[in-house]
């Protein structure tokens, strides 16, 4: 146990620690801060770390087993109607404990954020059930995508307000709690199916779920004045002592702990009901699940506490202040860097690119997907940064970029297209969601922009690269795969040529 948490833990500094050192380089040359917010912000990223470490630590002690335990009665159990529903159930459960997520829905400023946070839910419990269809049925997942995407970009002409809003929440909500159990998922239909195109029932399902956010926001948009305002990051931008930082951290750990509560306690109801029913688990398993509960528990608690207190108001503040400069410009540059960062410091991603690696036999290096990723990522942070300054609409980069990477499904191996679509989620990490939108949006307000329209959409930008990336690196695996096999018959040609004389 103390290896796998010095583990996680070394995760948690890779992801966070990058953003930091940018933070402070940032207050120590061209936007300094109160003494007081930094203060505010070494403290929260401290404890954000500490959260996320155990809160990592706790999704694989209690909630991947758990996933796996009720995904295996569902997927043996011959009722599609069963099937369905616990799909949805747990599609929505997931995602309501997804700490991305429940970030970002206090800083959108129109809708409330438990309505928001419901249609979210119930827009990825809908898809999977629509995911879950598409594997039982073999269709195939280009063209689906294709289809829904159509559909989404179809009704953002009647919600275009909430555009940004949309592909913000989409890439938040496949993070750590989400992806893992819809990995476990699509990995349970690969075990239990078997035989013909199983390998690729691996990939696609979070790529089809994540498309259900868009779509709840955008139809939630249509009943809610997306010209309202009011932020939840009304936390103080400085302490002046101790006792004000321990009191303001202490009552935001009350509050989280309440939230996350209301979020862990139905899912442990639901998987009792399993457990007496169905899986009727050892206890030694069972004590393991519920140390797991409690690290998530507490984790989770821990995480949003530094998140809402600390970095949050911090980042906003520092986007201000560079929003402010006369050299502003500086921005876009600048964010290529932290877009870099972002995405490299991601753990997932390292797994991300192994896979791929070990897929293509080699063909595409970690190395240079790594590389490809960073500076896509990088390049999104910067248009979004730039669309800011000059109030461009997210329709002139989203409908291009998607239109770019559904064209390139028709091009590249099958699995190119799920593991492209799925890891859109991986390179918006937690970082994405507790610093570069709070970030983005201090500089909006900073230029006198529109916080809707403007400064979200920067989260859903990043989530786009690397379909695309990772498209254009399949086709030059196809290439290469194409010309290996034109040189093996070349040669066995030369070998049949040889022994007939």
Not at 220 to 243: C, H, I, K, R, W
Not at 277 to 304: D, M, Q
Request: glycine content about 10%; overall charge negative.
């Amino acid at each position: 146990m103390k290896n796998v948490l010095l583990e996680k833990l070394k995760e948690s500094l890779q992801a966070v620690l990058p953003i930091g050192v940018i933070i402070l380089l940032m207050d120590l040359t061209i936007a300094p801060m109160p003494a007081g917010t930094l203060v505010l912000m070494i403290f929260g990223l401290s404890i954000l770390i500490i959260g996320l470490t155990l809160f990592s630590l706790g999704t694989d002690i209690a909630m991947m087993p758990m996933g796996e335990h009720i995904g295996a009665v569902l997927l043996q159990s011959k009722n599609l109607a069963l099937l369905l529903f616990g799909c949805f159930v747990f599609g929505f459960i997931v995602t309501v404990a997804e700490p991305d997520l429940q970030v970002m829905t206090k800083q959108v400023p129109s809708i409330p954020d438990f309505t928001l946070l419901g249609g979210v839910a119930a827009g990825v419990g809908l898809f999977l059930v629509v995911a879950v269809l598409r594997l039982l049925f073999r269709k195939n997942l280009s063209r689906m995508l294709i289809a829904l995407y159509g559909l989404t970009f179809a009704i953002a002409l009647f919600s275009a307000d909430y555009l940004a809003v949309a592909f913000d929440a989409s890439a938040v909500t496949t993070g750590p709690i989400t992806v893992p159990f819809l990995l476990a998922l699509g990995a349970g239909f690969a075990s239990v199916s078997g035989g013909r195109g199983s390998e690729e029932d691996n990939f696609g399902i979070c790529s089809i779920c994540s498309i259900g956010p868009i779509l709840a926001v955008l139809i939630t948009g249509l009943f809610f004045d997306p010209q309202s305002t009011g932020y939840e990051m009304e936390t103080p931008a400085a302490v002046n002592s101790l006792f004000e930082l321990l009191t303001l951290f202490g009552g935001g750990f009350v509050h989280s702990f309440w939230e996350v509560s209301m979020v862990v306690v139905p899912i442990v109801g639901i998987f009792a009901i399993f457990q007496f029913t169905h899986l009727k688990l050892s206890k030694t398993e069972l004590v393991r699940i519920g140390i797991g509960l409690l690290y998530l528990l507490f984790g989770l608690t821990i995480f949003l506490t530094g998140v809402n207190k600390g970095f949050m108001p911090a980042g906003k503040y520092l986007g201000e202040a560079m929003g402010k400069l006369e050299s502003n410009w500086v921005l876009v540059p600048l964010c290529l860097v932290v877009g870099a960062c972002v995405v490299v410091a991601e753990p997932a991603v390292h797994v991300l690119t192994k896979q791929v690696e070990e897929i293509t036999n080699g063909a595409i290096a970690k190395r240079t997907l790594l590389l490809s990723m960073a500076l896509g990522v990088g390049l999104a942070m910067s248009l979004a940064m730039a669309r800011i300054l000059t109030g461009l609409s997210i329709w002139w980069i989203v409908l291009p970029g998607y239109a770019l990477a559904l064209t390139l499904t028709f091009f590249v191996p099958s699995f190119f297209v799920g593991i492209g679509f799925d890891s859109g989620g991986v390179a918006a990490g937690a970082m994405s969601a507790a610093f570069v939108l709070p970030f983005t949006i201090g500089v909006c307000e900073a230029v006198g922009g529109n916080i809707m329209t403007s400064a979200f959409g920067v989260v859903g930008m990043i989530s786009m690269m690397p379909p695309i990336t990772l498209q254009l690196l399949g086709v030059l695996y196809s290439m290469k795969l194409r010309k290996a096999e034109r040189a093996a018959l070349l040669m066995s040609a030369a070998d049949a040529g040889e022994s007939d004389s």
